[in-house]
């Protein structure tokens, strides 16, 4: 599996994915669940580095030099 993200994408990833997950810490309810479920796809492909969408689109985020 190749990298597919650059450094802000990625940070801009886990940042949106921990927010998410801490709302629906916070949030009662299904509304809740859904958030901390939503919450760890961003988190996980920001960790990875690689995003499975990006790939079909043919879409590179990483800094080329």
Known sequence: MTHNMG???RIARITA????IGAGFFVAGTVGTVLTVVGFV?????????CPLYGVCHIDT???S
């Open 7 to 9: 450094k802000l994408d």
């Open 17 to 20: 994915g921990v927010a998410l």
């Open 42 to 50: 961003p988190l996980i492909t920001g960790l990875v580095g690689n």
């Open 62 to 64: 990483r800094q080329h």
